[in-house]
């Protein structure tokens, strides 16, 4: 007898980007400018890149005064990304929690989805109690399975929070002193993704080379 099901088109299957990014009072100017500037190029090549076997999912916490969810997981292909704005301290520990939230619910992080990415963007101090929620989205649950990436923005970052938040994976906490090192970052970020589309196993996290850090001349 003849089966419709037999014949259904299989659904390609999602790979979750996260962007955690600070938009903090402090990251105004050409920091904020060249940050919109990359997240945008990014989501456009990742719409470029979307293919019947990966779905490439994105969403965006931004942390500022407060922190927002601007949209939840998107192909983005159907993404019209908005410029940030700044304003306000740095609640990370509140933008953690969110995030964990997210992951580990699996109406909001499909259960069938790839290892999803968290992408953390700061320049500044946290401004709350951020070690506790920084513990929890990196080592329980579901959050614990993602891979992670982060960049420090300025020569007045805090390495050691921004490097505790990508300890346990393969990443190196990335820097950046100009302006030309955020589109850097995000080009890799952009890579990694990319190239998971491209695996056998999207699972797989690839080793991206690690270049050494420029000289603080000309700092944003």
């Known amino acids: 007898m003849f089966d419709p099901s037999?014949?259904?088109?299989q659904k390609a299957k999602p790979l979750p980007i996260m962007l955690m990014l600070d938009v903090s009072g402090s990251m105004s100017g050409v920091q904020i400018e060249t940050l919109n500037e990359a997240v945008r190029t990014m989501i456009e090549t990742f719409a470029d890149e979307e293919k019947m076997e990966t779905e490439i999912l994105v969403s965006i916490v931004t942390f500022g005064g407060e922190v927002k969810r601007l949209f939840p997981f998107t192909p983005a292909s159907q993404i019209r990304f908005s410029n940030l704005q700044t304003r306000g301290g740095t609640p990370l520990g509140v933008a953690c929690s969110m995030v964990k939230a997210i992951i580990d619910d699996k109406d909001e992080?499909?259960?069938?989805?790839?290892?999803?990415?968290?992408?953390?963007?700061?320049?500044?101090?946290?401004?709350?109690?951020?070690?506790?929620?920084m513990e929890a989205l990196i080592n329980d649950g579901r959050s614990a399975?993602?891979?992670?990436?982060?960049?420090?923005?300025?020569?007045?970052?805090?390495l050691a929070v921004l490097g505790k938040?990508?300890?346990?994976?393969?990443?190196?906490?990335?820097?950046?002193?100009?302006?030309?090192?955020?589109?850097?970052?995000?080009?890799?970020?952009?890579?990694s993704v990319t190239m998971r589309?491209?695996?056998?196993?999207?699972n797989q996290i690839p080793t991206l080379p690690v270049e050494p850090q420029a000289q603080n001349v000309s700092s944003i």
């Open 6 to 9: 037999k014949f259904t088109v």
């Open 109 to 133: 992080t499909p259960g069938r989805a790839y290892r999803p990415t968290i992408v953390l963007v700061s320049d500044g101090r946290p401004g709350d109690n951020w070690i506790p929620p």
């Open 145 to 158: 399975k993602c891979d992670r990436m982060a960049m420090a923005i300025g020569n007045d970052a805090d």
């Open 165 to 191: 938040f990508v300890e346990g994976t393969a990443n190196p906490l990335f820097e950046a002193h100009r302006a030309s090192e955020i589109r850097n970052f995000f080009k890799k970020v952009t890579m």
């Open 197 to 202: 589309t491209k695996s056998k196993d999207p």
